[in-house]
């Protein structure tokens, strides 16, 4: 019991330095970007991976479409969960909302923000997602996004995932396990 303790006490005792040092606080109540209109998150993030690395313009230019989650939240403690609010888009205009949530086992300790974009390459893979049935398999990865990192990669299985990081104290954005609820536009 003593050693589940000392994790759970380190947790809670870190939780409240990840505002100070990243901006990212899991107990603020953020704008809610299913909002119709509310997408300032969404463009802004779609700034800032395009200004650490322009040859992203390229996947924006030939993907059918693309989801994008301004902030996901990820926590954990041995048991680990992650949650965002985003947008979809095909051929640059927004179709809906999505949301995206993931729980995850094993050696974890802190807590992250990242913003996330995946692509989708072909109207069967956008309609695949949009379907309320896709998610990502346990050995799915993203390319973590960094100057030049875009001209290397490319699609796996119809998909290209993009992460970056926000802030925290967990250096580690994996995918595997994460599930989407897509909602279409009114």
């Not at 603020?28 to 650490?52: L, M, S, T, W, Y």
């Not at 490319?154 to 926000?166: H, I, M, P, Q, S």
């Amino acid at each position: 019991m003593k050693n589940l303790l000392r994790p759970l006490l380190l947790l809670i005792c870190l939780l409240p330095a990840l505002p100070a040092q990243s901006g990212w606080n899991p107990l603020a109540k953020e704008k809610d970007a299913d909002q119709p209109g509310d997408d300032a998150g969404v463009h802004e993030a779609i700034a800032a991976f395009k200004n650490r690395d322009p040859s992203m313009q390229v996947f924006f230019d030939q993907a059918h479409g693309y989801a994008v989650f301004p902030t996901v939240g990820k926590g954990g403690m041995g048991i680990g969960g992650a949650y965002g609010k985003g947008r979809v888009f095909r051929q640059g205009g927004a179709i809906g909302s999505v949301t995206l949530t993931q729980v995850t086992l094993g050696f974890q300790l802190g807590g992250q923000a990242y913003r996330e974009i995946i692509f989708f390459k072909d109207k069967a893979m956008l309609d695949d997602f949009t379907s309320g049935n896709f998610e990502f398999s346990a050995q799915a990865s993203a390319v973590a996004a960094t100057a030049g990192a875009s001209a290397d990669a490319d699609y796996n299985n119809g998909v290209a995932v993009f992460t970056l990081a926000k802030g925290g104290l967990m250096y580690e954005a994996s995918i595997g396990g994460q599930k989407f609820s897509f909602t279409p536009a009114q």
